[in-house]
């Protein structure tokens, strides 16, 4: 019991050294840790908003907007709904969000007719 309170102690002096030593260099521990998991947050957003545009484009080639040679289509739809941006890479992360959601219903939306098509034949 008293060792391991002395071993607490022991650590805790010896963090406060080390900050203490740090900042006398001109090292901030603190802010450090703060920009560390500012730099987190943003590389996890960047991460997410990357995985969302690989999604957008599978969708946009499913629904044929997207073609080897031409993506003029996709650039219609991107400029109908978000006032003349061409490419999704300039939407905000909501807009993003929103052409996500747009093309996925478009996607369930032609998956139903071709279900319907496929019934009547």
Partial sequence: M????????RDRIRLALLRAVLNCVGFDVFSTR???????????????RDEQRAEIHMLAQGLGLVRRDSREDYERVIMAFFQGRKSSTLL???EHRQFLDILRAWTRAAAV??????RVA
């Fill in 34 to 48: 703060r920009i560390c998991r500012e730099a987190q947050q943003i590389q996890s957003t960047l991460r997410v």
């Fill in 92 to 94: 905000t992360d909501v």
């Fill in 2 to 9: 008293f060792s391991r309170r002395l071993l607490a102690f």
């Fill in 113 to 118: 007719a071709r279900d319907k098509a496929q």
